[in-house]
């Protein structure tokens, strides 16, 4: 039985962590259509930044994780706002470059941090196990479950209930329509970018208690998130949040249960969606 | 001998119907004006003629041939053609190279991965004679998009041409010209044989309504008033429709 | 003007060997032939048809790995070559028809799913693939008893092939088939409505381009002696996609620049700088702020310009021929 109920909680947990990293990538591509491929490097390079203000600045978990953060947004705001705004619609500049930034990135980590794997420990009070109802469970995957859910409430807030919400809603049914009422299309373009990179990058530090972080973790999660927009639809913060739990569920039972076919068992529904309902499960437009 | 038969069209997006019930019947060789404000669904009748849009109700026959069931492409080959409100050509290739597309479409020729199309002598001289006929072989090598709206306007009516249809719809042909192309469009037209039925969609009544022979006005999906000319411009419900906008 | 510049080409081509200095370079100019012949079939689709595939290096994987596979149970080479294309095909057109139900953005989400999907078989499925060990060859085929061990020999047989590909994509690309195939990029609806299948014409692109994967995964693994996992990685696909958008789409040599830009940068420039992997990433981002439609389209205009420039003594723009 506790086989299936730390199943269980790892899937959650990293459904969690995947919600943290899709979400923005939903939004960007939701909103600006660009399958934005520098995203996973966000995520280790939010881990990256976040473990060297811990280890080498002494920082505490949270506010390392923070600024990491912030520094992943303005970087990505940089990157929106010089280089994809020109871009618009061209599908293959928007590859070629957000794949060129990521090469950059994953190098330039790789001479900072060097190749070998970097563990950060879970902040203390969330270090070793709660008991439950006679049950015994992880602490800190406990709270990225918390802190997922709490981040999409945040989220679902900002989306539904105020105007810089009401105006990606609009920018993300209609981006044309949204112009002619006045939408400052571009600038919000750049903050829904930065938004989506930092909680990428704040999703890295996050989880590297869990994955630790090395070179090729960027191209590890990118499918991922990937997969997790395409099941729950591009746009949608309920969709980003139950693809997170659904690919969360697969990769774990996958790779536990038919090891073999884990991938398999991961993109197949990707395949079977993509082709059935193009907009995933809760989406407005097909990609 | 009818060319067209459309039948009970019926056609819904979402909550809005764009075609209530549409029966609409074009002889052979007939030259018919589709009139109607915007939104009446004009060219939305065209797409399901075409098969671009399938209908949810109703029949689209083309001469002895029901359609209705038929990919549009299929119908290209059955003598069906089209031009479109907004130009969509291929704006980077020559004016030439948009004809020869044409011509292409309907003939074997387009599965063959060996043949060099530049050594296609058939073709090119069909090509350029199509373009010499509506006034432009001499710029057949000009790119389209440096030629001038009206030159790409008469481009797009000699393609739907060189398709050698039965039946040619025209959507909004006039659109954006000026009088002096709108002069040369209409001399065009008027080259047409009689072997090929003309349907148009048009805006512009002063270089329309002599050129119909039986006019249909269309309002919010419905066929209106249908007649003559002279029927259909006297009929009280034709002036309600547009003065009563 | 042309033909001559394509005979010194082959010349300089063919006399490799003689010039380039050691079989180390022989063996870098056998790399570029076989990334070329992969971007040029991934251009088919890419520049052609218009579909960006970031799957491609699935369908080249399943042709090395079958030939690996058979070779390690005893087949022959002709045997395993004969399965690998057989088999490349069929996945290529099972892919095909479910890739595309979309087009744009949801063809790249499928293919690289596509893509990952063969990969983590090749990675998993441990018993067949031996998973990140890979799979190792021992011997080369030798058409006609002639050796191909030597890296001269080996390198004469992908420049044949090489060759012939590159004369196939010539005359595609001007073929009746290939203006079809461009034209349902351009304007898909106009092209339905002048009479073009054109789901049949796409799903025929596929399966030239897969055809194109297969040849280059054969030569890939008989290069290597070696197939692992790591080639059918998204990297991998996303590799070979550069190539392409950066050497040019759409033209017969950009996808050739393309695959002697990357693998210049990654076999003989990781020599002298040790972050070439960035260099490669700030190439391709200034290739895409300057040249945008890549580097051989790119180069041709600065050339006109410099030319017109030179001609009347200050700057011309030059007109834009058609096509």
Not at chain 1, 254 to 269: C, D, T
Not at chain 2, 55 to 75: E, H, K, Y
Request: net charge neutral.
């Amino acid at each position: 039985m506790s086989l299936w109920l730390v199943l269980t909680v790892n899937s959650i947990a990293f459904g969690g962590l995947l919600f943290l990293l899709s979400a923005g990538f939903s939004l960007i591509f939701g909103l600006m259509r660009i399958p934005n491929l520098t995203h996973g490097s966000f995520f280790m390079l939010g881990a990256y930044f976040g473990a060297s203000f811990v280890i080498w600045g002494s920082a505490p978990f949270w506010l390392a994780a923070i600024i990491g953060a912030v520094l992943v947004a303005l970087l990505g705001g940089l990157l929106e706002r010089f280089v994809l705004r020109r871009l618009a619609g061209q599908n293959e500049a928007q590859v070629l470059v957000t794949l060129g930034v990521s090469f950059m990135i994953a190098d330039l980590c790789l001479m900072e941090w060097s190749g070998d794997p970097i563990s950060v420990e879970a902040p203390s009070p969330l270090q070793g196990v709660a008991r439950f109802g006679g049950l015994i469970f992880p602490t800190y995957r406990i709270a990225i479950i918390l802190l997922a859910l709490i981040v999409a409430v945040a989220l679902w807030a900002l989306i539904d209930g105020t105007r810089l919400g009401a105006m990606i809603r609009a920018g993300v049914d209609d981006p044309q329509m949204a112009r002619i009422c006045g939408i400052r299309v571009s600038t919000l373009f750049t903050v829904v970018f930065c938004l989506g990179a930092g909680l990428a990058g704040f999703a890295g530090m996050i989880g590297s208690p869990i994955l630790s972080i090395y070179p090729g973790l960027d191209s590890d999660m990118l499918p991922l998130a990937l997969v997790v927009v395409i099941l729950g639809g591009t746009g949608s913060l309920l969709g980003s949040l139950l693809g997170s739990f659904v690919v969360g569920f697969l990769y774990n039972f996958g790779q536990a249960l038919l090891p073999e076919l884990a991938y398999f068992v991961l993109f197949l529904p990707m395949v079977l969606i993509l082709v059935m309902r193009p907009q995933g499960l809760f989406g407005r437009r097909a990609p | 001998m009818t060319a067209l038969a459309i039948q009970q069209l019926d056609k819904s997006f979402g909550g809005l119907r764009v075609a209530r019930g549409i029966d609409l019947v074009v002889e052979a060789g007939e030259r018919r004006l589709i009139i109607g404000p915007n939104g009446a669904g004009k060219t939305t009748l065209f797409s399901l003629i075409t098969g671009e849009i399938a209908p949810d109700g109703g029949s689209v026959a083309l001469f002895d041939d029901d359609i209705t069931r038929m990919p549009a492409r299929r119908r290209a080959h059955l003598g069906l053609a089209r031009t479109y409100q907004i130009i969509t050509l291929f704006p980077k290739d020559t004016l030439l190279h948009n004809l020869l597309l044409s011509l292409l479409g309907l003939s074997r020729l387009r599965w063959n991965p060996c043949a060099r199309l530049a050594k296609q002598d058939a073709l090119q001289q069909e090509a350029r004679q199509r373009l010499a006929e509506i006034g432009l072989g001499h710029i057949a090598d000009r790119p389209l998009a440096q030629t001038s709206y009206g030159e790409r306007r008469r481009v797009e009516i000699a393609m739907a041409l060189a398709q050698k249809p039965r039946v040619l719809l025209l959507d909004e042909p006039f659109a954006g010209l000026s009088l002096e192309e709108r002069r040369e469009v209409r001399a065009l037209l008027a080259t047409v044989p009689r072997d090929v039925t003309i349907v148009m969609i048009e805006h512009d009544m002063d270089v329309a309504l002599d050129f119909a022979d039986r006019i249909t006005v269309m309002h919010l999906g419905e066929i209106v008033v249908e007649g003559a000319r002279a029927e259909v411009v006297a009929d009280p419900r034709t002036r309600e429709i547009y003065l009563g906008e | 003007m042309k033909r001559v510049g394509w005979a010194v080409a082959l010349i300089v081509l063919a006399a490799v060997p003689l010039w380039v200095g050691g079989s180390f370079y022989v063996n870098i100019v056998s790399q570029i032939l076989i990334a070329a012949i992969f971007a040029l079939g991934l251009d088919i689709l890419v520049g052609y048809a218009g579909l960006i595939s970031l799957g491609h290096a699935g369908l080249f994987g399943i042709a090395a790995y079958t030939v690996a596979i058979l070779l390690e149970h005893g087949f022959g080479h002709s045997v395993a070559i004969i399965a690998a294309l057989g088999m490349t095909l069929a996945t290529t057109m099972l892919f095909a028809v479910l890739a595309l139900r979309t087009t744009g953005i949801g063809f790249i989400m499928i293919t690289l799913a596509l893509g990952q999907l063969l990969w983590g078989l090749g990675y998993r499925w441990i018993d067949l693939t031996h998973g990140d060990n890979g799979v190792s060859g021992t011997s080369r085929p030798m058409p006609f008893n002639i050796s191909l061990d030597s890296a001269d020999h080996f390198y004469y047989a992908t420049l044949l092939i090489f060759v012939a590909v590159l004369i196939g994509m010539a005359i595609l690309t001007g073929s009746a088939f290939g203006a079809s195939l461009r034209g349902t990029r351009d304007q898909p609806r106009r092209m339905t409505a002048l009479g073009f299948d054109v789901w049949t014409i796409r799903f025929i692109a596929c399966v030239m381009s897969g055809l194109c994967s297969a040849v280059a995964g054969i030569l890939f693994f008989y290069y290597n002696e070696f197939i692992s996992p790591h080639a059918l990685a998204l990297s991998a696909s996303a590799e070979v996609l550069l190539m392409v958008i950066a050497g040019g789409s759409g033209t017969l040599l950009g996808p050739v620049a393309g695959a002697a830009l990357v693998v210049i940068m990654k076999s003989v420039m990781s020599a002298y700088i040790e972050r070439w992997n960035f260099t490669l990433g700030a190439i391709f981002v200034l290739i895409v702020l300057f040249m945008p439609e890549g580097l051989v389209p790119g180069s041709r205009r600065l050339v006109r310009f410099l030319l017109a420039a030179a001609k009347t003594g200050r700057g011309a723009a030059p007109a834009r021929s058609g096509g």
